[in-house]
């Protein structure tokens, strides 16, 4: 079984577009999983299926060997390209937020503090959401989700605005993060950020898997580099 994402028979139409057709794959525990391809490919309906803010005309979401429904936000946490927070609360009353809302037991504060200095935002404690940069937006978000222990996260184009040093410190955080047995999916037009920081990828054109497997596995489906092998098998 499983212990962690299964994902069968995806379907999504947006009229008479066909967005997703029987888009079916596996994220373990501790697998961080690339979803590459072309504009119009899927990812974001995608994602949007899985963390509950699209309907699918059909497909199953399973989770550790149970079916997911609806209410799947304290089991899949998307973190888009554009990190959304609250403008008005600071980066610690973003966390008290989440641990109120989940109801964590007491002595969360302590985890919360270590995750703060972990990210290196300690010093951003009492700092308002509107005044924070991307990338401690995007801290916020890990933290909070963290702290909220949830299983399965999402990120979409994580290493687009970041400086040299936000995107090392993202590679590593996300490293630690399946490491303690998160399943991560990182959707992204960037075939780097696919080779550097995914185990495997799968790769989607007009709504339909062509490809999945690690980045060598997928090279060596053609004779050039990553990128022209993408090129081939999306006919882009």
């Known amino acids: 079984m499983n212990d962690g994402l299964a994902v069968r028979g995806l379907r999504k139409k947006f009229g008479a577009k066909t967005a997703l057709d029987e888009v079916s794959f596996d994220v373990i525990s501790g697998e961080i999983v690339g979803l590459i391809g072309p504009n119009g490919a899927g990812k974001s309906t995608t994602f949007g299926i899985l963390c509950g803010l699209v309907r699918p005309d059909a497909g199953t979401i399973d989770f550790a060997g149970k079916r997911l429904f609806g209410d799947r936000g304290r089991t899949i946490a998307l973190i888009p390209e554009t990190p959304d927070v609250y403008p008005m609360l600071t980066v610690w009353e973003h966390l008290v937020f989440v641990a109120r809302l989940c109801r964590l037991p007491a ?125 081939e098998i999306t006919g882009t």
Do not use: N, Y
């Open 107 to 231: 002595g969360w504060e302590a985890r919360a503090d270590e995750l703060l200095a972990s990210f290196a935002m300690l010093g951003e404690r009492d700092t308002l959401g509107h005044a924070l940069s991307k990338g401690m937006r995007q801290k916020t978000l890990l933290a909070a989700t963290i702290l909220a222990r949830t299983p399965v996260l999402l990120l979409d184009e994580p290493l687009i605005g970041l400086d040299p040093r936000g995107q090392r410190e993202l590679r590593e955080l996300t490293r630690a993060l399946a490491r303690d047995g998160v399943s991560l999916m990182i959707s992204t037009h960037q075939l780097d950020t696919a080779e550097a920081m995914c185990d495997r990828v799968i790769v989607l054109d007009r709504g339909r898997t062509v490809a999945e497997g690690t980045v060598e596995a997928i090279r060596a489906l053609g004779s050039g580099s990553l990128e022209d092998v993408f090129l």
